[in-house]
Antibody
Framework: QVQLVESGGGLVKPGGSLRLSCAAS????????MSWIRQPPGKGLEWVSH????????NYADSVKGRFTISRDNAKNSLYLQMNSLRAEDTAVYYC????????????WGQGTLVTVSS | DIQMTQSPSSLSASVGDRVTITCQAS??????LNWYQQKPGKAPKLLIY???NLETGVPSRFSGSGSGTDFTFTISSLQPEDIATYYC?????????FGPGTKVDIK
C-alpha cells in the first residue's frame, strides 16, 4: 500500500532554513508527480509545489517562489523541500502527496510534519 | 489565481440528515474539481474527483455535482463518522487552490 512519511520539521527562527523529506513506499515512485501542500494551524489547505516524475518540471505557489526548492531522488524514493528565508507565515503542517492522476488531485497523503517559524 | 469559496463555513446536522455544501469558483473550471474530507489531526482524504466521481472505497452516501463555476457536495444521510471539515479544490489552473473549508458536526 502507498505510504508517505514526512520528516524534518521543527522550530526555526525567521530567516532560517529547513529541509523537509518525504519517504515513499508501496508504489513506483519514479513514475509519479509529487506535491507539497501545507496547512497553517487551524486554517485551510495551500498547495505549495509539485515536481514531475523525472524532475523536469517544477511549479511553485507565488508565496514560496524563490525561497523554496522542491527536488526528488528516485533512487532513494524520496521527495524533498528545501525552505530558505523562512517567515512566520510559513508556519504550517507540511504534507507530501501523490496521485495516479498526475497533478489534478491529491490521492495519497503523508501524516504531515510541523514547521514552526518563530523567534 | 482561481479563488474558491464555500458555504456554509460550518453546519450542524442530525444523524440521518441530508447535508449539502456548495463551492463556487471565480471562473469557469469545467468539472475540474475535487472534494476532500479532513478529520481533526489527520491528513485530508480524497472523496470525489472530477466533480462527481466517487473515489474507490468511499461510501455511496457521498456525492458531488456541478460544472462551470458552481458545485455541490452532498452527504445523503449524515453519519457520526462524517464529522470533519470538507474542502473543494480546483485543478483547472496553477496554482491549485482549495476552498476555505466547511466544518460539519452533529447537532
Amino acid at each position: 500500500q502507498v505510504q508517505l512519511v514526512e520528516s524534518g520539521g521543527g522550530l526555526v527562527k525567521p530567516g532560517g532554513s529547513l529541509r523537509l523529506s518525504c519517504a515513499a513506499s508501496g508504489f513506483t515512485f519514479s513514475d509519479y508527480y509529487m506535491s507539497w501542500i501545507r496547512q497553517p494551524p487551524g486554517k485551510g489547505l495551500e498547495w505549495v509545489s509539485h515536481i514531475s516524475s523525472s524532475s523536469t518540471y517544477t511549479n511553485y505557489a507565488d508565496s514560496v517562489k524563490g525561497r523554496f526548492t522542491i527536488s526528488r531522488d528516485n533512487a532513494k524514493n524520496s521527495l524533498y523541500l528545501q525552505m530558505n528565508s523562512l517567515r512566520a507565515e510559513d508556519t504550517a503542517v507540511y504534507y507530501c502527496s501523490t496521485s495516479w492522476r498526475g497533478t489534478t488531485s491529491f490521492d495519497y497523503w503523508g501524516q504531515g510534519t510541523l514547521v514552526t517559524v518563530s523567534s | 489565481d482561481i479563488q474558491m469559496t464555500q458555504s456554509p463555513s460550518s453546519l450542524s446536522a442530525s444523524v440521518g440528515d441530508r447535508v449539502t455544501i456548495t463551492c463556487q469558483a471565480s471562473q469557469d473550471i469545467s468539472n475540474y474539481l475535487n472534494w476532500y474530507q479532513q478529520k481533526p489531526g489527520k491528513a485530508p482524504k480524497l472523496l470525489i474527483y472530477d466533480a462527481y466521481n466517487l473515489e474507490t472505497g468511499v461510501p455511496s452516501r457521498f456525492s458531488g455535482s456541478g460544472s462551470g463555476t458552481d458545485f455541490t457536495f452532498t452527504i445523503s444521510s449524515l453519519q457520526p463518522e462524517d464529522i470533519a471539515t470538507y474542502y473543494c479544490q480546483q485543478y483547472d489552473n496553477l496554482p491549485r487552490t482549495f476552498g476555505p473549508g466547511t466544518k460539519v458536526d452533529i447537532k
